[in-house]
Every structure is written in structure tokens, then in C-alpha cells.
């Protein structure tokens, strides 16, 4: 589930609105449930893993329970891809034995390798620039943040936290 709205009209059942993404394909539907309405467990399961390197499209995972290894398409990760660091844990979610997608921590801390000089006084662009981050993403910082130093991340947003002391 992406998003949802509850729906409530006078003289009629409330309902929800919600808008669903497909695991396997991604795409993203609408769909108008009652409150009546019940809606089918899918077979999901959720496992702690570690992020171990790439392998040319593929990202390779081993379960922190078992040492079993996973091989997860980049398809699958979709942006989570910018967040990744070697040896973090996440969450794989596997549908029906296959992974279908990952969930990382709420925030990440990542080197700045590339961010043009702060010029002082220059904030015409709002107070913040373009950094480059060790993973290759590339997200908005304030003006203060100079190349190697460590900024916190929010993976859910892509944006700017803080900067982290060394």
C-alpha cells in the first residue's frame, strides 16, 4: 500500500481509496474498497539480511539467521540502490520464496565525494546545492557541507538530515 484515504459521506458506508503497487511489475493501481470489504493475506515474509556487494545488475544479500545467500535484480531495489553500503542490514521481503523487495533503515549516513564550493552570501538558490554521496546519489545540502564530509540521509525521502560530527 502506497497511499490511502478514508472516505466518509453522509448517508453512506465509509470507504477507502487506496493506491496499490504490484511487487512483482511495480506498477501502482487505484482501488475504491467499503468498509465491508475484506481483502486476501498475500504470502509474504519478511527476513533481516546483510548487504554484501554487486554483482554486475544483481546485489547480493546473505540472511543474518541461516548465511543463505540472495541474489536481488537492481529492478527490484529501485532507488534503494542510492542508499546501499556494504555490510548494512535491511529487510527482504519475499513473495512467495522470491524477493520482491527490500526496506532499509529510516536513515543513512553517507560521505559527500562531489559538491560544488559554498560561496557565502550566495543563496539566490534557496541555501543549498547538489552533493554527490559515495553510493552515487545525489541529493540537496546546505551551503556549510564541503566534499568528505558525512551527511545523514532519509532513504523514504531522499533528502538532507544533518550533518554528522566526525
Not at 55 to 71: A, C, K, R, S
Not at 124 to 142: C, H, M, R
Amino acid at each position: 500500500m502506497v497511499d490511502f484515504q478514508h472516505i466518509k459521506k453522509a448517508r453512506r458506508s465509509a470507504t477507502v481509496r487506496v493506491k496499490l503497487k504490484n511487487l512483482i511489475d511495480g506498477r501502482v493501481i487505484e482501488k475504491s474498497f467499503l468498509s465491508t470489504d475484506t481483502v486476501e493475506t498475500p504470502d509474504l515474509e519478511e527476513k533481516r539480511a546483510q548487504y554484501l556487494y554487486q554483482d554486475g545488475d544483481n546485489y547480493v544479500f546473505m540472511d543474518l539467521e541461516t548465511y543463505e545467500q540472495y541474489t536481488v535484480d537492481g529492478n527490484v531495489l529501485g532507488d534503494a540502490i542510492n542508499y546501499l553500503q556494504e555490510n548494512m542490514e535491511v529487510g527482504i521481503l519475499f513473495h512467495r520464496g522470491a524477493p520482491a523487495a527490500i526496506s532499509l533503515p529510516n536513515t543513512v549516513e553517507l560521505e559527500v565525494v562531489d559538491t560544488p564550493p559554498g560561496v557565502r552570501g550566495d543563496t539566490e538558490s534557496g541555501g543549498s546545492k547538489p552533493a554527490t554521496l559515495s553510493t552515487g546519489a545525489v541529493v540537496q545540502v546546505p551551503l556549510f557541507i564541503n566534499i568528505g564530509d558525512i551527511i545523514k540521509v532519509d532513504t523514504r525521502t531522499g533528502k538532507y538530515v544533518e550533518r554528522v560530527s566526525k
